[in-house]
């Protein structure tokens, strides 16, 4: 069955390609195509499109085709084109000529777009709550280990100590600022596409507030034409917010690659979190945080894929937008799942002791003799020049003595400041109005 069929049928192989694996992917939309049925029921009955009776026998058959969808065990028939379509045949089958009338006043677009927009709300919502334990283990980990040194590099070459409390605290700010690009991408998200229908709004006198309400939506997408064009931008800021995300586990990865080599031999983990090789007995390898890297540099290129599958695209709809989903749907649990590993592996991290009193980091304390000199009152150029010096002919007298106090330096990391920078930023989303109109649309 075809929503848009008259009576010609299309040929079998224009719709195997059109269709593609469109399915699979509507299957993930499934659930929030039954909410926008609800709330688009409800509206209906407001401005007589639908009799209160019609209206609630239609709420009725969706709230239970709700609950198989929300359980993962709705299908779309061998027959049926799309989700939409087979909602719509479900409640066509359930309540005859009633069933038919859900359609009125919209199009399959602007059904395509609130979907999609709820959708991406809910996967928003899904990585934000899987960020926050991460956050909250990186910021326990930089108070533990925040008196144990480790050098600093720049260039990869030795620069200046640094300390695991710094690293995890470090980590644990990125996340503040991805949850910022986060935020910011549910708030595009977060507005009411319904009723622009084919991208040019309806003849019908509908109420696209009301929707906008029963939704939990923030605002709407008022401009119709501007609702339509939102389709593959929403997705494309998304992905952005995405990709700074994964930009920080994959720099944290390649960070543990690095400090579990053995010429580094900063961590270990226990031998049931690494691997080993067929031939090489020695081995551990740091295989999660390789694949964390892999499938996050992946994500990272997200945001250009999406960009150049909608470059030059006029306004209005077009079907090379279908495409979207098989790109950017699996990279939300893609990326939930390198959360849980990172997550898995750095609870159960090892951090060797004492790493700086090896004589090879000594070097990495000439900063720190230089800054003495300054604060006995040489002048710094010449603190410098002195340094460096005593550092070529083989005179440099190493001192570990590390004095950092200023704001999130080693010895004040402003973990306080950081969690509370979180926090503001945790409530800035409002999950919870959205949950109570969700709420109140499933039971009322």
């Known amino acids: 069955?075809?929503?848009?069929?008259?009576?010609?049928?299309?040929?079998?192989?224009?719709?195997?390609?059109?269709?593609?694996?469109?399915?699979?992917?509507?299957?993930?939309?499934?659930?929030?195509?039954?909410?926008?049925?609800?709330?688009?029921?409800?509206?209906?009955?407001?401005?007589?499109?639908?009799?209160?009776?019609?209206?609630?026998?239609?709420?009725?058959?969706?709230?239970?085709?709700?609950?198989?969808?929300?359980?993962?065990?709705?299908?779309?028939?061998?027959?049926?084109?799309?989700?939409?379509?087979?909602?719509?045949?479900?409640?066509?089958?359930?309540?005859?000529?009633?069933?038919?009338?859900?359609?009125?006043?919209?199009?399959?677009?602007?059904?395509?777009?609130?979907?999609?927009?709820?959708?991406?709300?809910?996967?928003?919502?899904?990585?934000?709550?899987?960020?926050?334990?991460?956050?909250?283990?990186?910021?326990?980990?930089?108070?533990?280990?925040k008196s144990d040194l480790l050098p600093g590099y720049t260039h990869l070459q030795l620069a200046m100590p640094s300390s695991f409390g710094l690293w995890?605290?470090?980590?644990?700010?990125?996340?503040?600022?991805?949850?910022?690009?986060?935020?910011?991408?549910?708030?595009?998200?977060?507005?009411?596409?319904?009723?622009?229908?084919?991208?040019?709004?309806?003849?019908?006198?509908?109420?696209?507030?009301?929707?906008?309400?029963?939704?939990?939506?923030?605002?709407?997408?008022?401009?119709?034409?501007?609702?339509?064009?939102?389709?593959?931008?929403?997705?494309?800021?998304?992905?952005?917010?995405m990709a700074n995300l994964a930009e920080t586990l994959a720099r944290l990865s390649m960070d543990m690659c690095l400090y579990l080599n053995q010429n580094f031999d900063f961590v270990s983990f226990p031998a049931e979190l690494t691997t080993g090789s067929s031939i090489m007995p020695h081995k551990k390898n740091p295989d999660v945080f390789e694949l964390i890297r892999s499938h996050c540099n992946r994500i990272k290129a997200l945001p250009n894929e999406i960009s150049m599958m909608t470059t030059n695209l006029p306004s209005g709809y077009h079907r090379d937008l279908q495409l979207l989903k098989e790109h950017l749907f699996p990279a939300f649990q893609t990326l939930k799942d390198c959360l849980s590993m990172a997550h898995l592996m750095l609870e159960n991290i090892s951090v060797k002791q004492n790493i700086m009193q090896d004589p090879k980091y000594k070097y990495a304390f000439s900063v720190e003799a230089v800054n003495k000199l300054v604060l006995e009152g040489l002048p710094f150029r010449d603190a410098y020049k002195k340094v460096g010096l005593d550092i070529e002919s083989g005179n440099f007298e190493i001192s570990s003595d590390v004095q950092h106090v200023h704001e999130g330096t080693i010895g004040n990391l402003c973990n306080d400041q950081i969690e509370k920078m979180m926090q503001q930023v945790l409530a800035k989303f409002e999950f919870e109005k959205v949950h109570q109109a969700i709420e109140q649309l499933i039971n009322t």
């Open 1 to 145: 069955m075809k929503l848009w069929q008259k009576n010609t049928t299309v040929s079998a192989a224009v719709e195997k390609f059109t269709v593609g694996k469109d399915k699979e992917f509507d299957l993930m939309l499934a659930p929030f195509d039954v909410l926008g049925n609800i709330a688009h029921a409800k509206m209906l009955a407001t401005v007589g499109l639908l009799t209160n009776d019609e209206a609630d026998a239609l709420v009725k058959e969706l709230r239970a085709i709700y609950s198989i969808a929300a359980a993962g065990e709705l299908t779309i028939a061998d027959s049926v084109e799309d989700i939409h379509s087979q909602v719509e045949f479900l409640l066509t089958n359930a309540l005859g000529d009633t069933g038919k009338k859900i359609h009125s006043a919209r199009s399959r677009n602007d059904q395509v777009l609130v979907d999609i927009k709820l959708f991406l709300r809910n996967e928003i919502e899904e990585l934000v709550t899987a960020v926050q334990p991460f956050f909250e283990l990186l910021i326990a980990q930089s108070e533990k280990y």
């Open 168 to 241: 995890f605290g470090a980590y644990a700010e990125s996340l503040v600022d991805d949850l910022i690009t986060l935020q910011s991408a549910y708030q595009v998200v977060n507005k009411n596409p319904l009723g622009s229908a084919a991208g040019y709004g309806s003849s019908f006198p509908i109420n696209r507030t009301l929707t906008t309400e029963l939704l939990g939506f923030a605002d709407l997408n008022y401009n119709v034409v501007y609702a339509q064009m939102g389709r593959g931008k929403a997705e494309r800021i998304t992905a952005q917010a």
